[in-house]
Every structure is written in structure tokens, then in C-alpha cells.
């Protein structure tokens, strides 16, 4: 009996020990699963992409480096031309069995845009953006990812095809603009800053930039035509050298002076990426079309197109706040259809 205190002290010290060793276990496993979930800092978000310098397509299981000029002149297999804009030929091509995009730059006075271009392409390799394979600058060339459905423009076209007939609706055409939206956001929001998508004086223009993939995606394309604003620092932008007319513009970049006065370059006021917003409800408008439900959408989306139109870039918002808008409509509209469809039941 007297030996039960000196007894449960030595009960308690064990105790003590095992309890010791489980905290240490337990600190330990969280560190552990630290390391384990907690990505490294440089680590690419999506581990289905690259790294910088290097591609995958369609099925290919590895990532490949860029091609290089050797590679680009000896593998690459040019079959015909799918496309021209001021700057670039665009050829198919074929490259190891497979279909891919070559642009050859059309005239040497435009080798400035070519190679902006470019530079752009490799720095904004994204899923917003198309596929870089391979460049020559000494050639003047660049090798994308090929898209048969070819540029947004051939839209209409495109959803008239019987193969696509399930995909003409206003879910899958709200859904384009807010692949559109995504694309200006991304821009706008870009690794190197906030940057403009200028090649954009009018609708039939602003919608050759991009391509539409496959599977009813859109991604940018032409990126000859990219400056960067830097609003802290005052670095504002203009889209190009040339006066700029129509109300598809924004009117930040009409001449200001009156017609008495003749447009001159220097005079001309700079501006900031909010031009790119002005011209969101022209773009998604196209991208919704005129089928059943269309009309109900931009009924929706009447609001957020009205402060993307404010006279003052000021006044509109950014891309991030219609992206927010769009997703918004596009959820209440689904889940309202979906009660409706429910109700029928
Ligand atoms: N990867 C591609 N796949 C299919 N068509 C393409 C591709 N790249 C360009 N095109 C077609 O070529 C046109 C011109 O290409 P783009 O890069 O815009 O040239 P530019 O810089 O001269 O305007 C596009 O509008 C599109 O119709
Ligand atoms: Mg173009």
C-alpha cells in the first residue's frame, strides 16, 4: 500500500515520455506535410505545363524544346496559306506528322512588330495565349500551334457546322466572352505588366487576334501590338501612329482637336488599358450571337456593358470586375434554368 505513490511516479514517467514522443511525431509530421503540399516558390502552377523554352501539344507526353532555325529549315514541311495580316504570312505546316502554324513575316519594314511579337509570345506562354514551337529570328519566322477552326471571326461559321450545332447556345457563347474577358484580364494582369491589346481599331480586326480552339476555347494569337502601361510611373500608351475613327475606339483615342485642327502624332494624348474595356460589350455582343437566349443574356449583362462604355476610362471597370460580372450572370442564369427544368420534371 505505501508503495502505490512511489508507484504511480513511475507510471507518470512513461506516460510523460510517450506523450513527448507523440508531439515530437506530431511536430515532425506537419513539417513534413508542409514540405509535401506547400509548393516551391518557382514551382509552374499547373504541372501539365512546360517550362519557359519548351512546348507540348495534342498528345505528345513530354515537353520538347523551342525549335530552333536548323530545325525549323530541315523538319518543317510548309503546305499552304491559311492567313495574312499586315505583318505575317501564316502557312500550314506540317512538323513530324503533325499540323502546325508557320508565320513568315510579310515585309521587312514591319520586322519591328514581327519581333515584338515574338517577345511576347514566349513571355506570355499560358493557356490564354497559343502554343510557341519554335522561332528563327534570322528567318523571320515562328512556329505555333495550329487551329483549324482558324481565327474568332470565323465564329458564326463555325457553330453552323453540324459538328458544332450542340455547342450554339448562349451557355457556350457566354462562356467565349468570359474566355475573352479572361484573355484582356490576363493582359492586363501579365508577368511583364499591365499591357494593352492595341491591334484592336475595329471589330472584324480585334477578333483575327485570336484563335478559336477545338474544343470552343479562345486564345490570343497576334501579339505584335502590345504596350505596357505603368500607371505609377506615369507611362501611358498609343495605339499606333495613325489618327483612329469610328465609335468602336475609345473615345480616348479619338483626336480631341476638332476637325480644324489636322491630326498630328505628337498632339495626340496618350492613353491607358481601359480602352481595352470600352471595347468588351462590342466583342462579347459578337460573341453571343442571336440564338434563343442571347437577348436574355445581354439583358443581363446591360449593367456592367453600360460602365464598360463611361466616357472616362476612369469611370469603367477593370477586367477582373467583369469577369466577376459574367461569372455571376452565368451561375444565376444556370441555376435558374435548372429549377425551371426541375419544375417541368
Ligand atoms: N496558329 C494558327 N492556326 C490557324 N490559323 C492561324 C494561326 N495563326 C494565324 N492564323 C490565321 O492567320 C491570320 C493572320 O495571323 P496574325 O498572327 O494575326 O497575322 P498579323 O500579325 O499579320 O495580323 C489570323 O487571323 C488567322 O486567321
Ligand atoms: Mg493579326
Redesign the pocket.
Known amino acids: 500500500m505505501e508503495k502505490r505513490p512511489a508507484d504511480s511516479r513511475a507510471g507518470l514517467l512513461p506516460a510523460l515520455a510517450l506523450l513527448l514522443a507523440m508531439a515530437l511525431m506530431n511536430a515532425l509530421l506537419y513539417l513534413c506535410l508542409d514540405w509535401v503540399f506547400i509548393a516551391p516558390p518557382h514551382a509552374s502552377a499547373d504541372p501539365s505545363r512546360c517550362p519557359y523554352g519548351h512546348f507540348r501539344m495534342g498528345q505528345m507526353a513530354n515537353c520538347s524544346p523551342w525549335l530552333s532555325c536548323e530545325e525549323l529549315r530541315t523538319d518543317v514541311r510548309q503546305l499552304k496559306l491559311?492567313?495574312?495580316?499586315?505583318?505575317?504570312r501564316?502557312f500550314l505546316s506540317e512538323w513530324k506528322e503533325r499540323k502546325v502554324?508557320l508565320?513568315r513575316l510579310?515585309s521587312l519594314e514591319m520586322e519591328e512588330d514581327f519581333l515584338h511579337?515574338l517577345q511576347m509570345l514566349k513571355s506570355l506562354q499560358s493557356p490564354h495565349v497559343?502554343t510557341l514551337l519554335g522561332f528563327c529570328e534570322d528567318d523571320h519566322t515562328i512556329l505555333?500551334?495550329?487551329?483549324p477552326l482558324?481565327?474568332l471571326g470565323n465564329l458564326e461559321e463555325t457553330l453552323s457546322l453540324a459538328r458544332f450545332q450542340h455547342a450554339n447556345t448562349w451557355q457556350h457563347r457566354l462562356r467565349l466572352a468570359l474566355g475573352y474577358v479572361g484573355i484582356i484580364d490576363y493582359l492586363h494582369h501579365s508577368p511583364l505588366g499591365t499591357l494593352v491589346m492595341c491591334d484592336s481599331s475595329d471589330l472584324p480586326k480585334t477578333l483575327?487576334?485570336y484563335?478559336l480552339t477545338t474544343n470552343l476555347s479562345i486564345v490570343a494569337?497576334?501579339l505584335?501590338a502590345l504596350p505596357l502601361v505603368n500607371r505609377s510611373s506615369g507611362m501611358l500608351v498609343k495605339c499606333g501612329h495613325r489618327e483612329l475613327h469610328g465609335d468602336f475606339v475609345a473615345p480616348e483615342q479619338l483626336w480631341p482637336f476638332g476637325e480644324d485642327r489636322p491630326f498630328q502624332d505628337d498632339l495626340m494624348p496618350a492613353y491607358d488599358e481601359k480602352v481595352d474595356i470600352w471595347k468588351i460589350p462590342d466583342v462579347s455582343s459578337f460573341l453571343l450571337g442571336h440564338v434563343e437566349g442571347s437577348d436574355m443574356v445581354r439583358f443581363h449583362l446591360f449593367d456592367i456593358h453600360k460602365a464598360c462604355k463611361s466616357q472616362s476610362p476612369a469611370d469603367r471597370p477593370t477586367a477582373r470586375d467583369v469577369l466577376d460580372a459574367y461569372q455571376k450572370v452565368l451561375n444565376s442564369l444556370r441555376d435558374t434554368v435548372m429549377s425551371q427544368t426541375r419544375e417541368m420534371l
Open positions: 491559311v492567313g495574312e495580316g499586315a505583318v505575317k501564316v502554324a508565320s510579310t511579337g497559343v505555333t500551334e495550329y487551329h482558324g481565327s483575327s487576334q484563335l494569337n497576334d505584335d
